[in-house]
């Protein structure tokens, strides 16, 4: 075997081998006297210094160690949490030398070929070089074992593991799985590979006890996994992440797209080298070099070698190429025979004289949409030949970029902005990229773009790192007379442009286990159980808990005498309800008997006189430049006093008139569900299904502005959408599940569903108060059953939740309710209070003059006592406009300051459980009704946003993103939007009309919100 570069081992104690089986095994394996053994595992490589009086027989250790491993996994000898082993490095030096003197690597996936090497058959040096280049060619056939060999033999020196898997998802057209965009023209541009093949994705885990730094392995992993040429992949995502912790620190995406493939990309759209290096592969076997120039709209190729190539040979082999490709702007192509060395410098001219000429007419001559430049076509504002030259702008070695992916754009237009999001595998760099782009828009002078935002961000991220932009002149003059009433949307662009939405989700699985061992427990445990256990045997309690005590649960299955013991607390329980019954009863008779006189209600003082401020009607400066009038329904224009902020609002819709004894339900012991429900069918049956449904909570009623969204949709071409709010104080996902799944599926759907809401909607560590009171009500009863679907695919066995609600547990439900009021009925008349029980609790109530405060929610909300539920003042849209505004200063001074430890929105914080399954939920039944699902986080006040209250929004924002990939609905995050602007709410969490203004015209002009048109 070669030497290697020696590897220095250190001595130290804390070597991991010590305190393993490994050690003992390998001084019994190696078997050589007098010798000290130390082990260090470094990635996926085993390091093993053997050292004595001597340097240790080289050829002796290998051989002992080669068939050793033969007859072992090496892995059964580490601790489970440690990755797989690659390679096993032998090194022996003498006691007391700095470094090594030899050096033996042993390849553990290929230990047959060394057991062959052993035989004789072959020498050092050809096993070395036939392990190697086996392992290469397993690794470009997209061996996922093979690639993380590969990946480690880079990787293992900085002590970064390696594990690689490869997965392919399902096709566009298959049921019940995540759609993917553009799929045809990415076919189209990649004939060679098949559909099934472009979708496979290679995953691989880098894992390590330190954070490395994303610029220290990323273009490395880039450029290797690229130099496979891997056939069949669409690209690799790496995730890299610290030995232990569930979340890895940050994710790569690497394009695995082919050299040969993207040189076609660039060759379509004209460019020279690219069609140059393709018809230099074309001609290699002919051994002649080939140069290109565009001159005009003609390409003229030069084919020279020292004997003039034969025309028919070289025109055979790149013409059908040309042709297939069809370069944009090129209408000929001249090629010319010339004989003699070639010369180092390009050609630029046409040759002289050469020994032939052949020429050929190309698709752009007959095809008008491929005749004009690309150059023209960008001119005229063809966003992809525009992406096309800014990626020739960014990437000018074209080497560079097919090693590592090079710098890719991609381009939105919103109105007159254009915003150019750039990745790379280390994020491009703001100083040469931002001014660059810009420059180049600029010059293009395109009529429609009056400024250009670019953003930069490493490949596999979805937020940008950096954002760069500039209004060009003519924006500035063409936009004095109009006003921005909200922040320009930023888009959001998808991790790649041919799979838009495809979001990179956490691989499932972990890297390592976590190992367990059982420890005696102390004293203070031993208490415990003892308690536990005697608590058990009173049968008044009981341990759920897996990890109870042995001895608690021994107590709680063995106690002797269930049914006496069940008697017993049986009547004793009776006796105390019948003497708790009499001595109300005894207390309660006086004290009705005394019924309080009537007292007058006085009369009706005169309404005070109300103070008009001096209005002027006079035309204020640019007045008749408004062009809207006095009579055209617009928004309100609200000015307070002078140093206040103009505020836009909607003019105020008619009150709603419910009468929900009209509802074809009972109850669902939620007014506003009730009334919410009636209104919905009238506005159904006067104006037709709404084209946006907004649900949520009060957060939802109060922020969202359906006359505002429908004004604004309109200047953006969507004339005509009807909007109705659907929101419901104290909404959760369960809520808005139910509402949307089970209550509305009888009725006329929506277009969209806008779920507008926060983190307290999600968080499972929240009691569900309004949801717990729906689901035991008589109208929950009365709704519809939820059929139980057949057997899920394998796929939607992992997004599919349970279904909690079937037939037969609801009717088990009716038959129990009505059981408990045929028995209450008949028990209520032995009982001397029971009909009295709603003044008794009156009476209680009056008669306490303290009250117990709950644990503290939001901030209190100060037009809760004038608005109790919103009750007679929801319009004939659903929305609840409320006009005050929140004032930090005097708010405080009037409610106290609750902290966000104290705030029981965000205690027992977890995105895990019952919501998250009605999310999936929800999700899964929008798409089956091909209803596209908007969840949008709103605003909240800086005030409200403590450094508690922001670490978990912060955590819930990252759990929206990974489920809005995970589920395939959209997410639109407004939550620090408008923080600083306290005018647009009613109090530190709730949006007041001039907010839903804001969010409704901010919402219509957000591109990426799939609105529909009617």
């Known amino acids: 075997m070669g030497n290697r570069s020696p590897y220095t081992v250190s001595s130290s104690p804390k070597a991991v081998g010590s305190r393993l089986p490994l050690l003992p095994w390998l001084y019994r394996v190696i078997g050589i006297p007098q010798i000290q053994l130390q082990v260090r595992l470094r990635g996926n490589n085993l390091y093993i210094l053997a050292e004595g009086r001597n340097c240790p027989d080289r050829s002796l250790m290998f051989e002992q160690m080669v068939r050793a491993l033969a007859k072992i996994e090496i892995e059964t000898l580490l601790p489970p949490s440690q990755p797989k082993v690659y390679q096993v490095i032998l090194y022996g030096r003498r006691a007391g030398e ?73 096709l566009p057209e298959e049921p019940g799985l995540p759609q993917m965009a553009n799929l045809a023209s990415v076919l189209s541009s990649t004939a060679s590979l098949t559909p099934q093949a472009l979708l496979n994705r290679l995953w691989v885990v880098c894992e390590s006890v330190y954070s490395p730094d994303t610029s220290l392995l990323s273009e490395t992993i880039a450029q290797r996994l690229r130099d496979l040429e891997l056939d069949g992949f669409r690209d690799a995502i790496v995730f890299s992440r610290v030995r232990g912790e569930a979340e890895p620190e940050w994710v790569l995406r690497v394009d695995l797209t082919p050299p040969q493939e993207m040189l076609k990309d660039w060759a379509r759209w004209g460019d020279v080298e690219a069609l140059t290096r393709l018809m230099s592969s074309a001609v290699r076997d002919q051994g002649v070099d080939l140069s290109a120039t565009l001159m005009d709209k003609t390409l003229h190729v030069t084919a020279q070698r020292l004997n003039a190539p034969e025309k028919e040979r070289i025109f055979a082999a790149i013409a059908p190429l040309i042709d297939t490709i069809a370069p944009q702007g090129i209408r000929a192509m001249a090629v010319y025979g010339l004989s003699g060395t070639p010369n180092p410098i390009p050609h630029l001219s046409i040759p002289d004289a050469p020994t032939w000429v052949q020429w050929m007419n190309l698709p752009a001559a007959q095809h008008p949409a491929l005749s004009e430049s690309t150059r023209l076509l960008a001119q005229e504002g063809d966003l992809s030949a525009i992406a096309f030259l800014l990626t020739r702008l960014l990437n000018p070695h074209l080497d560079t970029q097919l090693a590592t992916g090079g710098i890719r754009l991609q381009i939105r237009q919103k109105e007159d902005l254009l915003h150019i999001m750039t990745d790379a595998p280390v994020c491009p760099s703001q100083s040469q990229v931002g001014a660059k782009v810009v420059k180049f828009i600029r010059a293009l002078k395109l009529p ?312 307290r909607a999600f968080n499972e560590g929240r009691p569900d108060a309004t949801y717990n009171a729906i689901v035991s009500s008589p109208g929950y009863r009365k709704l519809p059953e939820v059929e139980i679907d057949a057997a899920p695919s394998p796929t939607q066995a992992f997004t599919k939740p349970l279904e909690t609600i079937v037939r037969t547990p609801t009717t088990v439900a009716d038959r129990y309710q009505s059981f408990n009021d045929q028995l209450l009925q008949q028990t209520g008349q032995l009982s001397t209070i029971w009909s009295q029980r709603d003044k008794l609790q009156t009476l209680i109530k009056r008669s306490l003059s303290f009250s117990f405060s709950p644990i503290a929610t939001s901030e209190a909300d100060p037009e809760s006592t004038i608005v109790q539920d919103g009750q007679g003042l929801i319009d004939l849209n659903g929305f609840l406009p409320i006009s005050l505004r929140f004032n930090p200063v005097t708010y405080y001074q009037k409610y106290s300051r609750v902290p966000g430890e104290s705030d029981a929105d965000y205690a027992n914080f977890n995105l895990e459980g019952a919501q998250t399954q009605a999310l999936r939920s929800l999700a899964q039944y929008t798409k089956s009704q091909d209803i596209p699902l908007v969840v949008i986080n709103l605003p909240l006040t800086e005030n409200y946003l403590d450094s508690y209250r922001r670490e978990r929004e912060q955590q819930f924002q990252q759990y929206l993103m990974r489920m809005s990939g995970e589920l395939g609905f959209t997410y639109r995050d407004l939550l620090e939007n408008w923080k600083n602007t306290p005018d647009f709410f009613s109090d530190p969490s709730h949006l007041n009309r001039y907010g839903a203004h804001a969010v409704s015209t901010h919402l219509a002009k957000d591109p990426l919100i799939p609105w529909r048109k009617r």
């Open 448 to 759: 429609d773009v009056q400024g250009v935002r670019v953003y930069g961000r490493r490949s596999g991220q979805k937020r940008p790192l950096w954002s760069y932009g500039t209004d060009f002149a003519s924006r500035d003059l063409n936009s004095t007379r109009r006003t921005r009433s909200t922040p320009e949307t930023t888009p959001e662009f998808a991790t790649s442009d041919a799979y838009v939405g495809d979001l990179l989700t956490r691989e499932p699985g972990a890297l390592t286990v976590p190992e367990y061992e059982d420890v005696e427990p102390t004293p203070w445990e031993r208490v415990t159980e003892a308690i536990q256990g005697g608590m058990a045997r009173t049968r008044l309690f009981t341990i759920e808990s897996e990890t109870a005590p042995n001895t608690a649960r021994a107590a709680q299955t063995s106690a002797p005498n269930d049914a006496r013991v069940a008697i017993v607390w049986a009547a004793l329980g009776i006796l105390l309800t019948v003497q708790a019954d009499w001595l109300l009863g005894q207390f309660v008779k006086p004290l009705i008997a005394a019924k309080p006189a009537p007292i007058a209600s006085p009369a009706p003082l005169p309404p005070e006189q109300l103070t008009l401020p001096q209005l002027s009607l006079q035309k204020t400066e640019g007045f008749d430049e408004l062009g809207s009038g006095f009579t055209q329904p617009t928004q309100t224009l609200l000015t307070p006093g002078s140093g206040s902020t103009a505020l836009l609002a909607s003019p105020l819709k008619p009150k709603a008139a419910i009468d929900t004894s009209r509802s074809p339900y009972p109850t669902f012991n939620a007014p506003q569900i009730d009334e919410k429900f009636v209104l919905y069918r009238q506005y159904v049956a006067q104006y037709g299904a709404p084209d946006v449904l907004i649900v949520g909570s009060s957060r939802a009623m109060r922020g969202v502005d359906p006359v505002a969204l429908e004004q604004a949709l309109a200047t953006q071409g969507y004339s005509g959408m009807r909007v109705f709010n659907f929101g419901i104080n104290g909404a959760t996902v369960q809520v808005v599940d139910l509402v949307v799944r089970r209550l509305l599926a009888s009725e006329k759907q929506p277009k969209l569903i806008l779920f507008a809401d926060g983190l």
């Open 98 to 170: 700095p470094r090594p003197e030899w050096a033996e690597v042993i390849h553990v996936a290929q230990i047959d070929r060394h057991l062959e090497d052993l035989k004789g058959a072959k020498t050092e040096g050809e096993t070395t070089v036939a392990i190697e280049l086996a392992n290469l060619g397993m690794a470009k056939r997209g061996r996922p074992d093979a690639i993380a060999r590969y990946l480690s033999e880079a990787l293992s020196a900085l002590g970064v593991a390696v594990r690689a898997s490869v997965k392919s998802a399902a």
